[in-house]
DNA sequence: GCCGTTTTCGGCCCGACTGTTTTCAGTCG
């Protein structure tokens, strides 16, 4: 996300929790939490959209929000922030982040207990302070203490392919039980979010209570946070916590439609059921005055109800999908299968640690017809970047391999890196040698957003660039992406015919699928490539599908879904394109 | 504060679990 986004995000969320903690009207609190989701999800330049005097067209963004932004942009806040922020302290907020700790008990802490930290918490509760106020007992004092050890020693958020990991076991561990008679998973998981808080399951079954002590038990529960008869949650040894949900197999579909949401997605569809004489929730639709019970078979009965065609989980983020449902203009979303090949790939020839060969026997293996080999330029030193010789002695072991092997083609590609001014690491004669050329930054990340989108922007228009490879170098809960104007970046790529690759490296999964749609718009190509390091990496591919999937891209958007003669045509007309 | 098939005012999704209290408020998703 770019940083004007983030901050505005952060922002209002954080305008949210001090309306909450000062006990103000809650519709108020959801309107900030709502325009925080709702500018999260927009994918222009958000600066644009306001010289534009377009900020109202965003859903949830009025009048007043509109004026907060514009306030953010020429002066990093607004009155209303800077008037709340005055009157709490930010440590009282930081209060809220402790499982069981909300808005009302952060008050009643401050206000009461004079209580303004969570430092001071801990310390009220192991001298036994606040079970002796009204309203806190015990039992509330350890689990306070307990959630305060638990954020100590954990961060909340998990990479999809952590998360998705220990679910993949846990799935299995739970379709052993005789008491189960459907298991799904939902939540951000099913949605394919890049990051994740937690895992969310839904199951049916006639003995839920046999079911819940079958998944309490599991072996890797480090503690159970709560159980019932349809709610169940633990939290496992790696940090991540697992809520259980379970109902009635005739309530699956719809229990598994609500808990995987998004929440913003299922308020949509409920306030278009209420609007239309339904009632919906986990347990089932319901018509009329009285509620009689609608049944469905699965979900996609469940949508049919509504005129509409099944959403993929992937769009379900209330972006636009419930009305193309409605029009039946989903898109046909790209799936595995529709990878012909793969492009960025590296070998022993810089930092990857499987020969050719090994790479393109793999990529055979997982049913690819063609890998592009991509090892990094000479100025990549640290990751054993190429010189013109290893160029030549590359280039002739692909050919001896191509001859050699068969049902795999190798093209011979480079990752060159973009240098501090925008030029590339080789001169254009040398890029000359290559059937394609993957472009990216890996240096120099501090210069400013005006300078980082000069500089990808100047190299987006060499005659040689075909492919844009992580434009943003995030990596994901680990190092921030570098400011770069995104929205500008995608038009340059528009305006030169060059692709911008989905780096389906789960650290990675950048670009963000909320840059999806301005792709499509601006008929920009997309490329799903694993940036695989070794053999076992060529697998990134489902990351990253999933990734653009949720970013509404089909298979005609994705270069690699191209075989291998029609894309290198396709590089070969972009580069006459470039060079008139 | 937002929004409109209930349309410029009045409603805004809905239910489970927990802890503390004895009927419910707070938290969470």
């Known amino acids: 996300m770019a940083s004007l986004h983030k901050k505005i995000v952060t922002l209002f969320e954080e305008t949210a929790d001090m309306l909450e903690v000062n006990n103000e009207n809650p519709f108020k609190v959801r309107a900030f939490r709502n325009a925080a989701r709702a500018v999260e999800g927009v994918g222009k330049k958000i600066e644009d959209m306001a010289q534009?005097?377009?900020?109202?067209?965003?859903?949830?963004?009025?009048?007043?929000?509109?004026?907060?932004?514009?306030?953010i942009i020429h002066h990093g806040t607004f009155p209303e922030y800077q008037k709340l922020h005055k009157q709490i302290p930010s440590e009282v907020l930081e209060m809220l982040s402790i499982p069981g700790v909300g808005a009302k008990k952060a008050r009643t802490l401050w206000k009461e207990l004079n209580i303004k930290s969570i430092k001071a918490l801990e310390h009220a509760c192991h001298k036994h302070l606040v079970s002796e106020f009204s309203g806190f007992g015990k039992k509330s004092e350890e689990k306070i203490l307990a959630g305060i050890e638990g954020l100590k020693k954990f961060s909340d958020l998990f990479r999809f392919d952590e998360a998705n990991a220990e679910a993949a076991k846990l799935l299995s561990y739970l379709k052993k039980s005789s008491h189960l008679i459907q298991l799904e998973l939902g939540g951000s998981l099913r949605r394919h979010k890049e990051i994740c808080k937690d895992?969310?399951?839904?199951?049916?079954?006639?003995?839920?209570?046999?079911?819940?002590?079958?998944?309490?038990?599991?072996?890797?529960?480090?503690?159970?946070?709560?159980?019932?008869?349809?709610?169940?949650?633990?939290?496992?040894?790696?940090?991540?916590?697992?809520?259980?949900?379970?109902?009635?197999?005739?309530?699956?579909?719809?229990?598994l439609h609500h808990f995987t949401g998004s929440k913003e997605h299922n308020v949509a569809l409920r306030t278009l059921a209420?609007?239309?004489?339904?009632?919906?929730?986990?347990?089932?639709?319901?018509?009329?005055?009285?509620?009689?019970?609608?049944?469905?078979?699965?979900?996609?009965?469940?949508?049919k109800h509504f005129g509409m065609d099944f959403i993929p989980p992937e769009l379900r983020e209330n972006q636009g999908e419930l009305e193309a449902a409605q029009d039946h203009a989903l898109p046909d979303l790209v799936t595995l299968s529709d990878l012909k090949g793969v492009l960025h790939c590296h070998s022993t020839y810089s930092d990857g640690k499987n020969s050719m060969e090994e790479m393109a026997l793999a990529a055979k293996d997982e049913g690819f017809s063609y890998i592009g080999i991509t090892d990094h330029s000479h100025s990549a030193a640290y990751a054993g970047g190429m010189k013109l010789a290893d160029i030549k002695r590359q280039h002739k072991e692909i050919d001896a391999l191509n001859k050699k092997l068969k049902e795999i083609q190798i093209l011979k590609g480079i990752e060159v890196d973009i240098l501090e001014d925008g030029s590339l690491d080789y001169k254009n004669e040398v890029l000359a040698l290559f059937d394609f050329v993957i472009a990216s930054v890996h240096s120099r990340f501090k210069m400013g957003e005006k300078k980082m989108t000069e500089r990808i922007c100047t190299a987006l228009a060499s005659p040689y660039v075909d492919i844009l490879a992580h434009p943003t170098g995030r990596l994901l809960l680990e190092r921030e992406a570098y400011e770069v104007n995104l929205a500008q970046?995608?038009?340059?790529?528009?305006?030169?015919?060059?692709?911008?690759?989905?780096?389906?490296?789960?650290?990675?999964?950048?670009?963000?699928?909320?840059?999806?749609?301005?792709?499509?718009?601006?008929?920009?190509?997309?490329?799903?490539?694993?940036?695989?390091?070794?053999?076992?990496?060529?697998?990134?591919?489902?990351?990253?599908?999933?990734?653009?999937?949720?970013?509404?891209l089909e298979a005609g958007d994705i270069l690699n879904t191209l075989s291998a003669d029609a894309l290198l045509k396709h590089f070969s007309q972009m580069r006459k394109k470039r060079r008139c």
């Open 199 to 255: 895992i969310d399951l839904i199951a049916s079954s006639n003995k839920p209570n046999k079911l819940m002590d079958y998944f309490v038990a599991y072996p890797e529960v480090a503690s159970v946070i709560n159980k019932g008869t349809t709610k169940s949650s633990v939290k496992l040894q790696s940090g991540i916590n697992v809520d259980l949900r379970v109902v009635s197999d005739e309530d699956f579909p719809f229990a």
């Open 489 to 552: 970046v995608i038009e340059c790529a528009a305006k030169n015919g060059v692709a911008i690759e989905m780096n389906a490296n789960p650290r990675r999964l950048d670009i963000d699928w909320r840059y999806g749609k301005l792709l499509k718009e601006k008929k920009v190509k997309s490329c799903i490539s694993p940036d695989a390091h070794s053999t076992d990496q060529l697998d990134f591919c489902n990351y990253g599908i999933g990734i653009a999937r949720k970013g509404w």
């Open 52 to 71: 534009q005097g377009k900020l109202e067209e965003i859903n949830g963004v009025g009048k007043s929000i509109a004026e907060h932004i514009q306030d």
């Open 274 to 303: 209420k609007a239309k004489g339904f009632k919906l929730n986990e347990y089932g639709l319901f018509k009329g005055k009285k509620e009689i019970f609608v049944s469905c078979k699965n979900e996609t009965d469940l949508f």
